[in-house]
């Protein structure tokens, strides 16, 4: 198959309309042709087209910065001799004096098919200044590792944030081109928006379900390290609101969850007994890890390894976002007073709770702190929101 950027530079009709255009890339290190030869590189090299700029998401465009909230500076690339703008630094959003130094954009950013990743507000940012100083935006698209699948909440009004660009599911299931489209009717965008297709994208076709096996993962962010993280991060990333440790500082970051003071052996047995059919398509597994940076650095936690992988994983039973779900609950029912909740300004949000501005509200945080609630009925929630966006995006698959 051939994503975006593989036909852009296999075909020069896609091109032609860029001639005598200048053209801005926003990439990351993920930002790779087949050859695994950097799109910043592979478009210099093109004669037809004109590179006078380059943009990095969150993390930066050489993927340096480790944690959240570590901002990325400006800087002159060293071998293209162009500005690269940093969209995770002293702005979010796209400056004037930015725009001014390209006629379109190309975006090409490996996603993780989650509401929560931010290359999807950086997307819609990019979007909305566009749209306000007549600039084009082209994406280059990619797959959405964690395939067609849609789970969680959908974001609330008033919950908008840096995580979270609007009110779809935490798992919405579309490519980031795709999801273009749908800012685009949404929002009511004017903007000149093209989206350069994948070819041979089989998101239901085993064993990748998503992500085609015969190419390479690359990092699309520090602790992005493989295809199961990727699965699992519609449910992992909640950890973030927590002070549970999402494996950071360990060599399997948002694949597990853990603490020093909790029993991980109960704490899976807890979630059988709670709801057994929301663990299907994965595999739990004992853990100990001693986190070398960040959340209880340097202390042995026991904690759970969520495994979507192998023999063990069902692409349409797994479902993240219930099973990380699960074990907030499972906690709760066996250390009830439990100090789950992370209270820090995340992605710079203040006056709410972290695990509230992940999920785009307080439901999922009040149905595991209410004793009386039941699996069934966040699933009853979750279900309305789930069956509404799919509807919805419908209108924009490929």
């Known amino acids: 198959m051939l994503f975006g950027i593989d036909r852009l530079l296999a075909e020069p009709e896609l ?3 860029l001639k005598g255009r200048r053209a801005a890339l926003l990439a990351h290190p993920a930002s790779v042709t087949a050859d695994l030869v950097h ?3 592979a478009l210099a090299a093109l004669d037809d087209i004109q590179l006078t700029a380059a943009f990095g998401p969150q993390h930066g465009l050489r993927g340096d910065k480790q944690d959240n ?4 500076p400006d800087f ?3 071998v293209h001799g162009i500005p690269v703008f940093s969209l995770y630094g002293e702005v979010r959003r796209p400056t004037g004096q930015m725009l001014s130094t390209f006629d379109v954009i190309l975006i090409d950013l490996q996603d993780l098919g989650c509401r929560i990743y931010t290359f999807v507000t950086t997307l819609l940012y990019i979007l909305e200044a566009a749209a306000e100083h007549g600039k ?3 994406v280059l698209d990619r797959p959405n590792p964690a395939g067609r699948p849609v789970e969680g909440l959908t974001l609330r009004t008033g919950w908008e944030s840096f995580v979270g660009a ?7 299931g579309l490519t980031l081109g795709e999801m273009g489209h749908w800012f685009i009717r949404h929002y009511g965008l004017d903007v000149d928006y093209r989206v350069v297709e994948m070819r041979g994208w089989q998101p239901e076709a085993a064993p990748g379900f998503g992500w085609p096996t015969d190419r390479l993962w690359v990092n699309p962010s520090p602790n992005a390290p493989n295809v199961n993280m990727a699965r699992a991060y519609a449910g992992t990333v909640m950890l973030e609101g927590t ?5 950071r ?3 399997r970051p948002l694949e597990l969850f853990g603490a020093p003071d909790i029993d991980a052996r109960r704490v899976i047995a807890k979630m059988r007994e709670l709801a057994p059919d929301w663990l299907t398509g994965c595999a739990l597994r004992e853990i100990w890890f001693e986190p070398t940076f960040h959340k209880h650095v340097g202390q042995l936690c026991h904690g759970v390894h969520i495994h979507a992988e192998g023999k063990f994983y069902d692409h349409h039973a797994f479902r993240p976002w219930r099973v990380q779900a699960l074990g907030f609950k499972a906690i709760r029912a066996l250390y009830p007073d439990y100090p789950l909740w992370r209270d820090f300004p995340y992605e710079y949000e203040l006056g709410k709770l972290a695990i509230d501005v992940i999920n785009g509200g307080p439901a999922l945080r009040e149905w595991v702190d209410d004793a009386a609630a039941q699996p069934v009925d966040l699933d009853a929630l979750t279900r309305v929101d789930e069956a509404a966006w799919d509807g919805v995006r419908e209108l924009h698959l490929y």
């Open 166 to 172: 609007g009110p779809m599911p935490m798992r919405h």
């Open 243 to 247: 002070t549970l440790s999402e494996g």
């Open 39 to 41: 799109s910043l590189d």
């Open 136 to 138: 084009s935006v082209w």
């Open 249 to 251: 500082g360990t060599t």
């Open 69 to 72: 909230m570590v901002e990325s």
């Open 15 to 17: 091109r032609a309309p």
């Open 76 to 78: 002159t690339d060293p």
